[in-house]
């Protein structure tokens, strides 16, 4: 059985970044997307896939995330889903209007109770799919979010936005808005930052190979490879020259209302493990510093 769900999947982030070029550089070169539209202070990066963009780059003194943009589903009614939005807690931010970033659209912006900003699109323009390359991200898989309030997050998601709760661990909590396991992962943290961005890969080798390509551009692994429990995706974790926490992940677990939320309980490790396989090796302390430090702005 199957959720029908006002928002279809998560589209794109925006970050700011001290050098657009580099930036750019970095993640076309060593990470795998590509640049569809570079100008003044901006720039615009898609995956393999669809979307018309997964990261957009704006120019700043300091790294930062500025919003992170969902797609609504085609018969969603963006004027009921921002009243959802706002009587779940959101502030709203301007009107619905037409998009001015690259792909278009129509949508709207929301701050949640926290100062984070959440962008919603319709009918923004796809794009064709490119050459995968065997190596390259589709689309991003998730964005895991820091919060000082789990509980207080996780009903914004439901309420407001029509997201369901997948699973819960000690320290996390896992919704989805589309049969993938999670879109959204919301972590117990002293502050309400990023954590990390999530970019999906086909299958594991893609990300393995991807890994490699960081590797050999000298950027260290920051925890990985291994396989999550909630959600059963591999991964492999990296800090990117500008601090942010970026992960290249496959294979996550593909759900419908029939699967059973899990608790902490469900979600154990023997000593020593910080995945399923029990390879993974600790997270680097620069990975760990790195996942609390990226501010929304």
């Known amino acids: 059985m199957a959720s029908q769900f006002p928002i279809s999947g998560l589209r794109s982030v925006e970050l700011i970044v001290p050098d657009i070029a580099a930036a750019v550089a970095f993640y076309t070169r060593s990470w795998g997307l590509h640049a569809v539209e570079v100008g003044a202070g901006v720039a615009y990066l ?6 018309p963009y997964v990261v957009k780059l704006s120019g700043g003194p300091s790294a930062g995330i500025v919003s992170v943009t969902f797609r609504a589903a085609e018969d969603a009614d963006l ?3 921002r ?12 009107e ?28 923004d323009m796809p794009s064709e799919p490119v050459d995968a390359e065997g190596d390259r991200p589709d689309r991003l898989a998730h964005v895991n979010i820091n919060t000082t309030d789990l ?13 369901k709760l997948t699973d819960r661990s000690k320290m996390m909590g896992f919704v989805r808005t589309n049969s993938d396991h999670h879109a959204i992962v919301l972590a117990i943290a ?7 961005i999530a970019f999906n890969h086909d299958d594991w080798e893609s990300v393995m190979k991807a890994a490699g390509r960081m590797c050999d551009g000298g950027f260290p692994i920051g925890w990985g490879p291994g396989r999550h429990g909630p959600g059963d995706n ?3 974790y990296f800090v990117d020259p500008f601090g942010i926490v970026i992960e290249h992940t496959a294979e996550v677990l593909v759900v419908d209302d029939d699967y059973r939320v899990g608790g902490p309980e469900d979600w154990v490790w023997p000593p020593g493990r910080t995945d399923q396989w029990g ?15 990226i501010p929304f702005l």
């Open 46 to 51: 898609r995956a393999s896939g669809t979307d």
């Open 79 to 81: 004027h009921q889903l």
């Open 83 to 94: 009243e959802r939005m706002t009587k779940a807690g959101g502030s709203p931010i301007g």
């Open 96 to 123: 619905i209007e037409a998009i001015a970033d690259h792909g278009g659209g129509t949508g709207f912006s929301v701050r949640d109770a926290a100062g984070r900003c959440y962008r919603v699109v319709q009918g």
């Open 151 to 163: 509980e207080r997050d996780i009903r914004f998601f439901e309420d407001g936005l029509g997201f």
């Open 190 to 196: 002293p502050v309400d930052t990023l954590n990390h």
């Open 234 to 236: 591999v991964f492999t």
């Open 279 to 293: 390879i993974a090796p600790p997270k680097t302390e620069e990975c760990k510093k790195a996942q609390l430090a």
